[in-house]
């Protein structure tokens, strides 16, 4: 079964309401309209659902907040419903290491971890579901089984999975301290434009979702989240300095965290086509190779190389080391030969 668009018009006594609370009004009278949270509304509205309608042109609205003025109409298109459990699906894993409690896998750029709108299978936890069986820890949600991080889509690396409740728990508490109790190592290899001062430095700065564009995470001055990320540029590249490689470490673990941090510094990551605005004239300054090499590398130049925590059952502490992929590590040859 498809999905379903609904139209509304604002009438003169429903004018000054909250865009959310007038839709979920709105939406609840209408006979045709299955009734929508405002939870469920706010959803519609970061994934670009909902939008208002201005002399024949479509405005796509992302502030739940909106006073909505009499006269003004506004679309909301509600996707079909998709089943909550994900189903297994034969999708080769590269596996660095597994036992009966946890398995440690290499995401390849591409995957996306979980099932979500716009990519409702063919995900790690898909892939996950056909190696693990029955024994895949749920305890993340119906939707992200055994899941106690992520990467996203177009990131590689390393990541662990529980294959139970008891490790679901104990992993899940490493990451939420972010390394702080010593016990959970990340590491990320970046190739940024221009070179970082200080070559080893700190930025702190608050996360959170642009008020422009709700799909995208950017650096605010009030409010947001906390965000830590140290960075120390291992080589730069050129003369002046137009790349460099460079190792990231978090010490929170926001969306995007990287990408939105090493850009509000000055320094996008390569590739990025989110966060790194235009790269036409840093690309020109590149010799030709690796000009070859960006263009075919088609993602943000991010890889999180590196992976330690403590296993919740023996106590051990495991630490896991991977290269950067093929493609970024074309680009970062064509780079040393330059």
Request: glycine share 10%; hydrophobic share 40%; with cysteine.
């Amino acid at each position: 079964m498809g999905g379903s668009r609904h139209t509304v018009t604002v009438e003169p006594e429903a004018a000054g309401t909250r865009l959310d609370k007038y839709l979920t009004e709105a939406l609840g009278s209408k006979a045709s309209a299955e009734p929508l949270s405002r939870a469920r509304l706010k959803t519609l509205l970061d994934e670009g659902r909902i939008s208002r309608i201005e002399k024949g042109a479509v405005k796509i609205l992302a502030d739940a907040s909106y006073r909505v003025k009499e006269g003004e109409e506004f679309a909301v298109d509600v996707p079909a419903p998709v089943d909550a459990r994900p189903q297994a699906q034969e999708i080769p894993l590269d596996i660095v290491f597994e036992d009966k409690d946890l398995i440690v896998v290499m995401k390849p750029a591409g995957l996306v971890v979980h099932p979500a709108a716009g990519n409702y299978d063919m995900t790690l936890v898909n892939a996950l579901l056909a190696h693990c069986g029955a024994t895949l820890s749920g305890i993340g949600g119906e939707r992200r089984p055994g899941i106690v991080h992520r990467l996203d889509k177009d990131t590689s690396g390393l990541m662990v999975v529980a294959k139970n409740d008891r490790t679901h728990r104990a992993l899940s508490e490493q990451f939420a301290a972010h390394g702080r109790d010593g016990r959970l190592t990340r590491a990320y290899t970046a190739l940024v434009w221009g070179k970082p001062l200080p070559k080893v430095g700190r930025v702190e700065a608050n996360i959170d979702r642009s008020k422009n564009n709700r799909s995208k995470m950017a650096v605010i001055k009030q409010g947001g989240r906390e965000a830590i990320t140290h960075y120390k540029v291992g080589e730069s590249f050129g003369d002046p300095s137009v790349v460099s490689l460079i190792e990231c470490r978090l010490e929170t673990g926001r969306t995007h965290q990287i990408r939105v941090h090493m850009t509000s510094i000055g320094h996008p990551v390569l590739g990025d086509q989110t966060y790194g605005g235009s790269q036409k004239t840093r690309r020109a300054r590149l010799p030709l190779e690796a000009q070859a090499a960006l263009d075919g590398l088609g993602r943000q130049a991010l890889h999180a190389h590196h992976l330690g925590f403590e296993h919740p059952t023996s106590l051990e502490m495991l630490g896991f080391d991977a290269p950067p992929p093929a493609d970024m590590a074309r680009l970062i040859d064509a780079l040393r030969r330059w």
